[in-house]
C-alpha cells in the first residue's frame, strides 16, 4: 500500500473510534435518563420473551452464559436459574445497579452484572457455553463486529441467542422505520430486517438452529413514556406526526392505529384529550450454534 493509502486507512480507523465513542456516550446518556422507567417496563413485560428465548435454547444446567447489553438484566434473570453461572455487560452504570438490586432481591447469587462495551468484550476467545442478546444490535454502531465478537467469545459449538426488533424487508419501509425510532431515542441506530440478522449470523459460523417473530402491540403513550417523553414534548409530538402520517399504505411499517377515542367524562378530566395510537414491533428470537 502506497503511504498516501496507509494515511487514508488510518484517518478512516480514527473517524470510525470517534463516531463510536460519540454513541457510546449518547447510550449511557439516554439509558442512564430512562433507566427507571426502562427496567419497570423491561423486568415485567419481557419475562414471556425471556423464557421464549430460554426454551429455544434449551440449558443444561452446568453452562457459562453472558448476556450482553444486559441493561437491567431482563435476560440474565431468567437464564440465571438454568445454567451455571451468568454474567451481564453494559455500558450504563444506571441500568447495572438495578440489574445488582434485582439480582440481590431475587437471591440470584450466580448473576454478575459487569460494566464493559458489547464491541470489545473483556473475554478471551471460547469463553462461554451460551451468549445471548435482546433489544441491543440496534444500539450499536456496527452490526457485523458485533455478532463477529460474540462468536469470539462463544465456545465451539456453543450457542447464541438473540432477541432484537426487526423492519420491514421492504427498504423504504425500513429506512422510515428507523427514522422514527431515531426521532424517539437518537440512540438508535439501526435495527435489521430479519434476512439481514440470519447472514450475518451465518457469515460469523453461527448456524442457525431456531427463528421465529412475534408482533407485539404498544401504546404510542406508553412507549413514548419508556423513552421518557410526554404528551406536549417535541420529540413526542414530532414521532405521532410521523406515525399518523404513515397510516395511509403503512409506510412505515408499524401498522399504527389511532385507538377508540376517550370517553366524554375522561375528555372532560384531561388537558389534552386525543386518543392514544397502537403500533406493532416485530421482535425476531434466533437461536444459532457456533461451528466446531
Ligand atoms: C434497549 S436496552 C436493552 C436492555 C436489555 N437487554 C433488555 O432487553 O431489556 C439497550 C441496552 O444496551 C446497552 N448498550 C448499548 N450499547 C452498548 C455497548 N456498546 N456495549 C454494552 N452495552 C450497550 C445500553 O446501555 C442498554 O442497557
Excluded at 96 to 120: Q, V
Excluded at 223 to 230: E, N, P
Excluded at 277 to 290: P, R, S
Aim: hydrophobic residues 45%.
Amino acid at each position: 500500500m502506497t503511504a498516501r493509502g496507509q494515511n487514508i486507512g488510518q484517518q478512516r480507523q480514527g473517524q470510525q473510534k470517534q463516531d463510536d465513542q460519540k454513541q457510546m456516550d449518547l447510550v449511557r446518556d439516554r439509558f442512564t435518563r430512562t433507566a427507571a422507567a426502562f427496567a419497570d417496563f423491561a423486568l415485567v413485560d419481557r419475562v414471556a420473551e425471556a423464557e421464549h428465548l430460554l426454551n429455544l435454547i434449551a440449558p443444561s444446567g452446568n453452562e457459562r452464559a453472558l448476556d450482553v447489553a444486559c441493561g437491567p438484566g431482563t435476560l440474565a434473570r431468567t437464564f440465571a436459574k438454568h445454567v451455571a453461572w451468568i454474567a451481564g455487560l453494559d455500558l450504563t452504570p444506571a441500568m447495572l445497579e438495578r440489574a445488582r438490586k434485582d439480582a440481590i432481591a431475587n437471591h440470584l447469587d450466580n448473576f454478575r452484572p459487569l460494566r464493559g462495551n458489547a464491541l470489545a468484550m473483556p473475554f478471551p476467545d471460547a469463553t462461554f457455553d451460551i451468549v445471548v442478546t435482546s433489544y441491543s444490535i440496534h444500539h450499536l454502531p456496527d452490526a457485523v463486529a458485533a455478532i463477529r465478537e460474540i462468536a469470539r467469545i462463544l465456545k465451539p459449538g456453543g450457542k447464541f441467542g438473540l432477541l432484537d426488533m426487526v423492519v420491514p424487508e421492504d427498504a423504504s419501509r425500513a429506512a422510515a422505520c428507523n427514522h422514527i425510532e431515531w426521532v424517539r431515542d437518537p440512540s438508535h441506530t439501526r435495527a435489521l430486517p430479519l434476512s439481514e440478522f440470519e447472514s450475518l449470523l451465518n457469515s460469523c459460523g453461527l448456524r442457525i438452529l431456531a427463528r421465529g417473530t412475534e408482533d407485539h402491540p404498544r401504546s404510542l403513550d406508553v412507549w413514548m413514556r419508556t423513552a421518557g417523553w410526554k404528551r406536549g414534548d417535541a420529540v413526542y409530538e414530532d414521532v405521532r406526526r410521523l406515525l399518523e402520517a404513515s397510516i395511509p399504505g403503512d409506510t412505515a411499517g408499524f401498522r399504527p392505529k389511532i385507538l377508540a377515542p376517550p370517553s366524554p367524562k375522561e375528555i372532560a378530566a384531561a388537558s389534552d384529550a386525543r386518543p392514544d395510537m397502537e403500533l406493532l414491533h416485530t421482535a425476531a428470537f434466533l437461536v444459532a450454534q457456533k461451528q466446531q
